[in-house]
């Protein structure tokens, strides 16, 4: 049975940390991704990692702040937020595949499987 559950997700002051992990059953992905839906906005991309050659990317509000990384023992992927801003209040969701695909890390249509998500909340 296919299942990406995520856990981590709280709330927390402006410039604290958390961690989301997404643990993903069922199959072994080729990619992992993090996105997230802000309120009242669309769903975008955060980071992403790619198991076939390790790469990486992020969006730009991710950048120097946050970093997704994997456990392939555990068919995990975590997300590292730092200096957590307002700003990145939403709902986060873990993304994944088993195919292989030329569509870009951030593109939502690269990914077959999605978890339930965690709210993390920045507020003081």
């Known amino acids: 049975q296919v299942q990406l559950v995520e856990s981590g997700g709280g709330l927390v002051q402006p410039g604290e940390s958390l961690r989301l992990s997404c643990v993903v059953t069922?199959?072994?992905?080729?990619?992992m991704g993090w996105f997230r839906q802000p309120p009242g906005k669309e769903r975008e991309f955060v980071a992403a990692?790619?198991?076939?050659?390790?790469?990486?990317e992020y969006a730009d509000s991710a950048k120097g702040r946050f970093t997704v990384s994997r456990d392939s023992a555990q068919n995990t992927v975590y997300l590292e937020m730092n200096s957590l801003k307002p700003e990145d209040t939403a709902v986060y969701y873990c993304?994944?595949?088993?195919?292989?695909?030329?569509?870009?890390?951030?593109?939502?249509?690269?990914?077959?499987?999605w978890g339930q998500g965690t709210q993390v909340t920045v507020s003081s």
């Open positions: 990692f790619a198991v076939t050659d390790h790469s990486t």
């Open positions: 993304a994944a595949t088993r195919r292989l695909s030329l569509r870009p890390l951030s593109d939502y249509q690269r990914y077959d499987y």
């Open positions: 069922g199959f072994r992905a080729t990619s």
